[in-house]
């Protein structure tokens, strides 16, 4: 196994400090086949799965000389467990892991001075341990035959362990991670299909026992909930791709063992009380047997039930009888994925949101049926007011049956609950009011950096001319590699051939999630492409000119600047560029120049070809993350634009709410309809509306505005004099609902998902007191977008323009002449905003399409971090607050 020190190849990466370790097993085909000189291969069949246990490792004998082959039989070590590894054998030790009484693997460390005879692609270095198929029991190392191996991937063990492993897993915990993704990767392409997935979980037992414990998947293709719980699994391990990496692999072991809190080892703790004989299944027998026996499995499954009255109480026997129908859903044994995903429901059931929002749903389902009919659900409207405050907050139903408006939006909410379905169930319910903000939604977890690895082209990029954009990546957390050992193509036609093996080799070797490349270096991603190297999600900055297509099925987000002075680009050509890519997979973000103010004078300026936005306000690294986005790198990045407020501006904007519904439940007119002719409520200085609006009002963002026109010391001296609640319910329901509505459809025709908070935002909004009396008091639109623009052009295109940051709407005089008292007046508005795009001095009224025949709904001065929204739409804007300030 041993060769005597050998050179790297050029291309391979630097070797890091103390050495690494690599999963190697048999071949089938094999992705990268060697074998040390002198010793011809043989066939052997592939690596079983690793699970490696406290004591897998064990020296076998002294420490040998350097370059001394040791291949001869070790015994296999049972393995009783799964836990830390301890110290490393001494140089030169054999030792074997078992699992069960299988033997996986024979295992090697090198000493530090010793390389491994390897291809320069495995970038195998020094100081490493070797996981191979288990030699015959009579081999020795003279003369024999020498099984087949090849190198899977190296993890990288150093002084930074937790940064160089993707992942925190223990050393033998992320073999066996490698090792299983192996048995499923059987091309040893480094990517997995849905079909392979499905292939290894029928297959191997040892990918079924890994990736779901207690199911046997061997017929799957027959069994129609096993197929359901691996088509649901393998999308769960990849958030919705159609790929998995094995970074992809990796990380979501991690996130199951990190998600073994205390509640879920008591599950399991108590299962294994239930499934005494230990075959990771039970009976209803086995349930009632150990809640009869242990008070402890009673106390966790049917708290407050006394479990000794099980065979003779029958109301006891017929909770457990429901209970077992709950959790296997009346299959004959119950798996410990059955336990864990029952409680762990249960436990989501019981948050105070969800918990309330079932109680309404029983309160309408009150005959038990499971599902409610649009006559229940006006009889319940019309009678019990808790089911009224929670579906239509602030209105009143009880004359729901005599008062048409009441009814029309009875019923229209009926409708949209129900999705053109006849009756309701609650999963239809709960989904409806978490979107809506009746609950708030399920916080979206981060993008882990931590566990994403960037694999950056150097030519081109600037690490020494211009560093702050790869320094700006580094410093965001992401696992990063350069490729510096190619030349720079200066020249036009630049041959890049000769030089896409070196960087396939630095792919193979770190499985990067993502490449980026920027200026020149495009070109080597256009090469990389064409010739199949590289399929994976890629980040351009600045189109290159040898980049005419996009390939298909590959995330791709493209950055370029107005006035790029190196590749020259108008916005046209780069948008039918990205329109030969796959449709929401590919997204360009573009820096754009505003009309002109005033002659040369512009309020927003785009880049040029260094593209200084990409390191302010976190850009760079939010395009990495959105190339990375299931849901498409435009959804993401639009997401994003709210974690540029503060965090009291996003505590207030939530605690007003998102939506129209919100809204209404704090209108004051009689019966909170806005019917009447008063449309200015005061809202009082002590209450909590007026301080959440306060907050909105004041907190500046996390950066500082492009669009800065106050200092803190000037922004903290004004005041808020007066706050007036607009209740206009003829507008409302005229203009503005039907316009939610039809975005909300639009929406569900391009399969995205309508976002409140996200597809509709707080923006403020300045003008004389003649026209805020109009928008205030017209009943049928409040707002006229084709008739306004900007104070002195349409500097992003037609429409009627909201400032995120009150401080600009002040600042800029929009706001009119002050008041005699020297007081001021503006609005603060709900927007509808949809899906946006960047505004252009050309728009007039008609947005771009996105994806035809739907266009975006509004447009923005920028798509990092928008300051200035246009709407097109009267009903895009709710106007809800008159704020008078001075």
Request: aromatic share 8%.
């Amino acid at each position: 196994m041993l060769a005597a020190p050998q050179a790297w190849a050029p291309g391979s990466p630097p070797p890091r400090s103390l050495g690494s370790i690599a999963a190697v097993s048999g071949p089938s085909p094999p992705r990268t086949s060697w074998a040390p000189a002198g010793l011809s291969p043989m066939a052997q069949s592939p690596l079983p799965a690793m699970r490696l246990p406290p004591g897998a490792l064990q020296p076998r004998g002294p420490p040998a000389p350097v370059g001394t082959p040791l291949l001869s039989a070790t015994p296999s070590i049972p393995v009783p467990s799964f836990g830390a590894l301890p110290s490393p054998p001494s140089t030169g030790a054999l030792g074997s892991i078992t699992l069960g009484s299988t033997p996986l693997s024979t295992v090697l460390l090198s000493p530090p001075s010793t390389s491994l005879q390897s291809p320069p692609s495995s970038a195998h270095r020094a100081g490493s341990a070797v996981f191979m198929s288990s030699p015959p029991p009579s081999w020795s190392p003279a003369g024999s035959a020498f099984p087949e191996v090849r190198v899977t991937r190296t993890l990288t063990f150093d002084s930074s362990l937790a940064e160089a492993l993707e992942v925190e897993f223990t050393r033998e915990e992320h073999v066996a991670v490698a090792g299983v993704f192996d048995l499923i990767d059987l091309d040893g392409d480094g990517v997995i299909s849905k079909l392979d997935f499905i292939t290894a979980m029928q297959r191997h037992s040892a990918v079924n026992v890994f990736v779901l414990p207690g199911m046997d998947t061997s017929a799957l293709l027959t069994d129609g909930e096993c197929f359901d719980a691996v088509d649901a699994t393998f999308e769960h391990i990849g958030g919705g791709k159609q790929r998995l990496s094995f970074s992809d692999f990796a990380a979501h072991f991690h996130r199951e063992r990190g998600e073994k809190t205390p509640k879920t080892r008591t599950m399991t703790g108590i299962f294994d009380l239930i499934d005494r004989d230990g075959n990771g299944s039970a009976s209803k027998l086995d349930l009632i047997a150990a809640m009869q026996q242990d008070q402890s499995v009673s106390d966790f499954v049917l708290p407050g039930v006394d479990s000794s009255k099980l065979m003779t109480d029958e109301k006891c026997f017929d909770a457990v009888d429901d209970l077992w129908g709950a959790i296997t859903g009346a299959k004959a044994r119950m798996s410990f994925a059955d336990f864990e995903r029952h409680f762990r429901q249960s436990m989501v059931d019981k948050t105070p949101k969800s918990k309330k929002c079932r109680e309404v749903f029983d309160l309408i389902d009150a005959d038990g049926q499971g599902s409610i009919s649009k006559l229940k659900f006006l009889a319940a409207m019309q009678h019990n007011p808790r089911v009224d405050e929670f579906i239509l907050p602030g209105a009143d139903s009880s004359q729901v049956m005599s008062n048409e408006w009441n009814f029309d939006a009875v019923d229209a909410m009926f409708v949209s609950i129900a999705g053109g379905k006849r009756r309701i169930n609650y999963t239809d319910f709960e989904n409806h009011f978490r979107k809506v903000g009746g609950m708030q939604p399920a916080p979206r977890p981060e993008p882990d950096r931590s566990r994403r690895r960037v694999l950056i082209i150097g030519p081109g990029f600037g690490r020494d001319m211009n560093p702050r954009q790869g320094l700006t990546i580094e410093q965001a957390g992401f696992q990063v590699h350069w490729v510096l050992n190619i030349p720079n193509p200066e020249q036009p036609n630049f041959p890049v051939g000769p030089y896409l093996g070196n960087i396939k080799a630095e792919i193979d070797w770190f499985r990067p999630d993502v490449v980026a490349v920027a200026s020149k270096g495009g070109v080597y991603a256009v090469g990389l492409w064409q010739t199949g190297c590289w399929r994976g999600p890629t980040l351009m900055i600045n189109a290159h000119p040898m980049c005419k297509h996009l390939p298909q099925g590959m995330p791709v987000v493209l950055a370029h600047g107005a006035n790029d002075e190196v590749y020259p680009a108008a916005r046209d050509e780069l948008e039918s560029l990205m329109a030969t890519g796959t449709p929401d997979s590919c997204f360009l973000y573009f820096t754009a120049n505003s009309g002109q103010v005033y002659p040369g004078q512009f309020t927003r300026e785009g880049d040029r070809h260094n593209m200084e936005s990409l390191v302010l306000r976190d850009c760079i690294p939010r395009l990495l993350d959105a190339v990375l986005c299931p849901e498409g790198p435009e959804v993401h990045m639009v997401r994003t634009w709210g974690d540029r407020l503060s965090d009291g501006r996003i505590a207030a904007e939530r605690w007003l709410g998102y939506t129209p519904e919100r809204l209404r439940r704090l209108w004051a007119s009689p019966g909170h309809q806005g019917r009447d002719k008063q449309k200015l409520f005061e809202v009082c200085q002590t209450s909590e509306e007026f301080e959440q609006v306060f907050v909105a009002f004041k907190e500046m963002p996390r950066e500082t505005p492009a669009y800065l026109l106050y200092s803190p010391e000037e922004w903290d001296r004004t005041r808020i004099l007066r706050v007036d609640r607009i209740e206009n319910g003829a507008q409302e329901e005229g203009c503005t609902r039907p316009y939610y509505q039809s975005v909300r459809r639009t929406f569900e025709d391009q399969r995205l998902e309508f976002e409140p908070g996200v597809h509709t935002c707080w923006a403020f909004h300045g003008a004389d007191a003649a026209a805020l009396e109009s928008i205030i008091t017209n009943p049928v639109n409040g707002f006229q977008p084709l008739a306004t623009g900007s104070r002195n052009s349409s500097v992003w295109g037609s429409g009627t323009y909201f400032a995120r940051d009150a401080q600009y709407v002040a600042g800029s005089h929009f706001c009119g002449q002050p008041a005699p008292d020297g007081t001021r007046q503006m609005l603060m508005c709900l927007l509808v905003t949809g899906m946006p795009c960047l505004g252009d001095p050309e728009h007039r009224g008609v947005l771009p399409f996105r994806r035809k025949p739907h266009r975006y709904n509004s447009s923005v001065d920028s798509l990092s971090s928008p300051e200035v929204y246009i709407v097109q739409n009267p009903g895009a804007a709710i106007p809800a607050y008159l704020i008078t300030f001075a």
